[in-house]
């Protein structure tokens, strides 16, 4: 039976925004925050990535790759270990939804040769090495493609060698057909410090959103686009 308790409480939390705030989805997110910030900008760590912003059926998919243990970093493994897909679903829609700004870049020593590599694989790929531009897939302004793919802007250099550098040597994979492995293993290791290093360098995007969804535009069939 519903308690005269329980019918008060319900009054109680209708009439006062503090307990609805308690509920919310920002309430519930915060075991999230101490490594990814509290709207998902990213914090000073150089491997907790930015996730505000990202596409929702992107950051659905990682979440169920760390609770499937596809892709493993244990914190993350034990934190939706056991959480339903409703919710998982529910906590990318959140943080798709974020807009934080980007924080302050710091400059990022880089030689001149490795600055101009690593532009030319972000904007022009390397054809003779099969290796297609990162603004191919992840747009022009690299804030990420509907409906699957993540935006590149404001990620740390450490995070961005460390993930392709995993998709290399098989620590990370994604459905098939798996386009960023076969990229990563096409990459030096010259290749990625350069890319992770021309990236660190550039200015935020004026609109962090991602680009509507081109498959025509793609230059390799990529699992993660549906």
């Not at 990814?36 to 990535?49: A, K, L």
């Not at 970093?73 to 409703?86: E, F, Q």
């Not at 990620?155 to 492995?181: F, N």
């Amino acid at each position: 039976m519903y308690s005269p308790w329980a019918q008060a409480q319900d009054k109680r939390d209708a009439a006062t925004p503090y307990f609805r705030k308690l509920d919310s989805m920002e309430a519930r997110m915060q075991a999230c925050v101490n490594c990814h910030g509290q709207q998902g900008q990213g914090t000073s760590d150089e491997y907790f990535p930015r996730i505000a912003g990202k596409p929702a059926a992107y950051l659905y998919n990682q979440l169920l790759a760390f609770r499937e243990g596809r892709r493993v970093y244990p914190p993350m493994n034990y934190l939706v270990g056991y959480l339903p897909d409703a919710y998982l679903k529910e906590m990318a829609e959140y943080f798709a939804a974020q807009q934080p700004a980007f924080e302050a870049r710091g400059a990022q020593p880089l030689s001149a040769p490795m600055a101009e590599r690593g532009r030319t694989l972000v904007q022009q790929g390397d054809a003779a090495h099969g290796i297609p531009a990162c603004v191919a897939c992840h747009g022009k302004q690299l804030t990420g493609m509907l409906p699957g793919i993540p935006g590149l802007a404001g990620l740390k250099p450490a995070y961005i060698a460390g993930q392709l550098t995993r998709w290399r040597v098989g620590e990370r994979v994604a459905a098939e057909p798996d386009c960023m492995k076969r990229i990563a293993t096409r990459l030096t290791d010259s290749d990625i410090s350069a890319v992770a290093g021309w990236l660190a360098q550039q200015p935020a995007p004026g609109n962090a959103a991602p680009e509507p969804s081109n498959l025509i535009r793609m230059p390799l069939a990529c699992g993660s686009q549906g």
